[in-house]
């Protein structure tokens, strides 16, 4: 499976998305070229998207909202989140985010 939307960092992870706002539920769609395609319920307006996307992100890694941060693309549908947690491994996240597709990778 392509790995570019998700690197390891020192301290956690770096996780590329590209989101559709406005959607019916937050979900994980797939992969979509070099990013996660997410969609979420909430507006693109005043933040409201990009404050989902790190809500989205910590409640699906169990983990607190504070060490999920947006660093790139802030009017974008393109962004890039970094995730500070040492515990947490590229392997780990992909499991989170895609369950599926992990289990049935080829080995």
């Known amino acids: ?55 989205f992100f910590a409640d699906m890694l169990g983990i607190p909202k504070s060490l999920v941060l947006l660093v790139v693309c802030f009017a974008s549908k393109r962004k890039i989140l970094e995730i500070h947690a040492q515990h947490l491994t590229v392997d780990a996240v992909q499991k989170a985010l895609l369950p599926s597709m992990i289990s049935n990778a080829p080995p």
């Open 1 to 55: 499976m392509k790995q570019d939307w998700c690197c390891a960092l020192p301290a956690g992870v770096r996780v590329a998305v590209q989101i559709m706002p406005n959607a019916r539920k937050n979900e994980v769609i797939g992969l979509f070229d070099d990013a996660l395609k997410i969609r979420l319920q909430a507006q693109p307006v005043d933040g409201k998207a990009n404050d989902a996307l790190i809500r």
